[in-house]
C-alpha cells in the first residue's frame, strides 16, 4: 500500500495477497453511515481515504501510559451488512481495495469495476495470526465511538493471507459460487433422493 | 458441601475466557481430515492457516477470533446436585468481573436489539439455559459463545406433516441462503419436530455435540451422512471462497411432536468454540472440554 487503480486491475480473482503499507479499518456500521454522509455533504474526513483502502476490520485500540496508541488485534468482520452504503463509498472515495469477510453485492462490485477496485477476503478466526502484522497506529478518528466502530488508520507489514474474492474486471468469487451451487442444486437432491432409496428408508407418513 | 454461587460465578466465567483462546480438540481434527481430502488449492491454504491461527492463539494465549461474542451457556443440573445461593446471578456477576479484568479487553458485544446501543451487559445477559439430569451429583455448564458471522444465519420453518425430502430439501436450502457467509467449514445444527422453541434449542444443542459424533438412532444417523455429503457438494469451500470443505458435521436430533414440524437449522463457525465443566457436591471442579 498504497495501491492504484492499475495495481488494482492487475490482480485477478483466486489470487492470494499479503499487505504491507497503512490501511484504515472500521467495523462499524454507524462509521460506514457516517462516511457516506460525510461524502454526500461534501464535508472532509478526518482521515484521507481518497484513492485509499478500506477494510470491514473489526481493531481493538487503547492509550498507552505514555499517551499513544496501540492496537491489541484485529479481525474481519461480515462485509455483507454494509452492502447498501458501499456503492456510493467506494465510488466517492475512489477506493482502490476493500475487504473483510464473506464479500459484497453486484451493486458493489460494478462500483468497484468504475473505481478500479479488488475486494480482499480475510480468514475469519485469524485474529492472532494477522494480529501479528501490526506496526502501530497512524491515527484514529472519531474517538467518541466504540472502539471497533473508530476510523484507524494502521501500518501493517506482510497482512494476509488474504484471497482477492472480487476483482476489479466484474468477477466476483461469491457470485459465481451462488450460481454454481444453484445450478447444483437439483443435482443434489436428486442424489439426496438416491441416497434415501438406497438406505430404504423412504418416508412412510 | 454443595454447588455455590462463587463456584459457578468463577467456572462461568474461566469457561467463557477459555473458549475465546482455544479451538476445541474434536474442531482442529475435523479440519485436518477436511484438509486430507480438498481439491482446491486455495481452500487447502485456508485450512492451513486456519490450523496455524488455532495453534497461534493457544501458544500464545489470544483470542482466535476478535468477536467474542455474547456468553452463552447452557448449565445441566443433577437432580442429586445441591445448589447454594443466587446461581442465575453468578453467571452476571461473573461475566462483569471478568469484563473487568480480562486481557486483551473485550469489545463491546452486548446489543440491546430495540436501540442498538451496546456494551458489556444487558437484560438476560448472559444467556442461559437450564435443563436436568436425572440422578447426577454435579452441575455441568457449557459455555458457547455466539457472535454475528454465523449466528445470523440460523432459521426456522414450520412444515405440516413433512416428508424426508421436504425436510432435507429445507435443510439446503438454509445452506445456499447462508452460503460463504458463516466462515465455513461450519458444523450444521438441525432440530425436528417437538415445538417452535424445542426445535431451535435441539438445534443448538446439536452443535454442542463433539464434532461427527453420530446421533444414537441409525435412520437419523443416516440423514446426517447424507446431509453432510449434499451440503459438501454446495462449493462454498473455506471462508466461502470455494472448496469441497464447507461443512465438518452435521447433527441432527429430533423431538416427538404433532403433525406440525418445526425444523431449525443453525451453524457454527470453524472454531466451534465451546467449553464445559462439571462442578460436583463436594466442591471439586473437572473441566471436560
Known amino acids: 500500500m498504497p495501491l492504484d487503480a492499475a495495481q488494482a486491475r492487475a490482480l485477478r480473482v483466486g489470487d492470494t495477497v499479503r499487505i504491507s503499507g497503512d490501511i484504515v479499518v472500521s467495523a462499524g456500521l454507524p462509521t460506514y453511515q457516517r462516511i457516506a454522509d460525510h461524502l454526500r455533504d461534501g464535508h472532509a474526513l478526518p482521515i484521507n481515504l481518497r484513492d485509499g483502502v478500506l477494510f470491514h476490520l473489526g481493531s481493538y485500540s487503547r492509550e498507552t501510559q505514555g499517551g499513544d496508541l496501540e492496537v491489541l488485534y484485529i479481525n474481519p468482520t461480515t462485509s455483507t451488512r454494509f452492502n447498501a452504503l458501499m456503492p456510493g463509498i467506494i465510488r466517492g472515495l475512489g477506493l482502490h481495495a476493500v475487504g473483510g469477510k464473506g464479500g459484497l453485492d453486484a451493486e458493489c462490485v460494478k462500483a468497484m469495476q468504475d473505481a478500479g477496485c479488488v475486494y480482499l477476503s480475510f480468514p475469519g478466526g485469524g485474529s492472532a495470526l494477522l494480529s501479528e502484522a501490526l506496526r502501530g497506529v497512524r491515527e484514529v478518528a472519531w474517538p467518541e465511538l466504540l472502539t471497533h466502530y473508530r476510523l484507524v488508520k494502521l501500518r501493517v507489514e506482510g497482512l494476509g493471507p488474504a484471497t482477492v474474492a472480487i476483482d476489479a474486471h466484474g468477477n466476483s468469487i461469491y457470485a459465481e459460487l451462488q450460481a454454481g451451487s444453484q445450478q447444483r442444486m437439483a443435482q443434489i437432491l436428486d442424489d439426496l433422493q438416491r441416497d434415501r432409496e438406497q438406505q430404504g428408508r423412504i418416508d412412510q407418513r | ?289
Open chain 2, 1 to 289: 458441601m454443595a454447588i455455590t454461587y462463587e463456584a459457578v460465578k468463577a467456572v462461568s466465567a474461566q469457561l467463557y475466557d477459555w473458549s475465546l483462546r482455544k479451538v476445541p480438540d474434536d474442531a482442529r481434527s475435523a479440519l485436518r481430515d477436511l484438509q486430507g481430502s480438498e481439491r482446491n488449492e486455495t481452500a487447502r491454504k485456508t485450512l492451513t492457516f486456519m490450523l496455524a491461527s488455532a495453534d497461534a492463539a493457544e501458544r500464545n494465549g489470544r483470542f482466535v477470533c476478535s468477536d467474542a461474542g455474547v456468553p452463552v451457556y447452557l448449565m445441566r443440573i443433577g437432580t442429586a446436585a445441591r445448589l447454594e445461593g443466587p446461581i442465575k446471578q453468578a453467571f452476571v456477576d461473573g461475566f462483569a468481573e471478568l469484563v473487568a479484568r480480562i486481557e486483551p479487553p473485550l469489545l463491546d458485544h452486548v446489543t440491546h436489539p430495540l436501540t442498538l446501543e451496546r456494551g458489556h451487559s444487558g437484560r438476560n445477559m448472559p444467556l442461559v439455559t437450564y435443563e436436568l439430569i436425572d440422578n447426577a451429583d454435579y452441575v455441568e455448564i457449557i459455555c458457547s459463545p455466539k457472535a454475528l458471522g454465523s449466528g445470523r444465519w440460523a432459521a426456522l420453518e414450520i412444515f405440516s406433516f413433512p416428508t424426508l425430502e421436504v425436510i432435507e430439501r429445507y435443510v439446503l436450502e438454509v445452506v445456499m441462503k447462508a452460503g460463504s457467509q458463516p466462515c465455513p467449514p461450519v458444523v450444521i445444527g438441525v432440530g425436528i419436530g417437538g415445538s417452535f422453541d424445542y426445535a431451535a434449542k435441539m438445534s443448538k444443542q446439536a452443535t454442542l455435540r463433539p464434532v461427527g459424533q453420530a446421533h444414537p438412532e441409525a435412520m437419523v444417523a443416516a440423514m446426517e451422512q447424507r446431509l453432510l455429503a449434499a451440503v459438501n457438494k454446495t462449493g462454498f469451500g473455506p471462508m466461502g471462497t470455494g472448496g469441497d470443505a464447507t461443512s465438518m458435521a452435521v447433527h441432527v436430533d429430533y423431538s416427538a411432536g404433532h403433525g406440525f414440524t418445526p425444523v431449525a437449522v443453525c451453524f457454527n463457525c470453524w472454531i466451534n468454540r465451546r467449553t464445559s465443566a462439571r462442578i460436583y457436591n463436594d466442591g471439586r471442579v473437572e473441566r471436560i472440554d
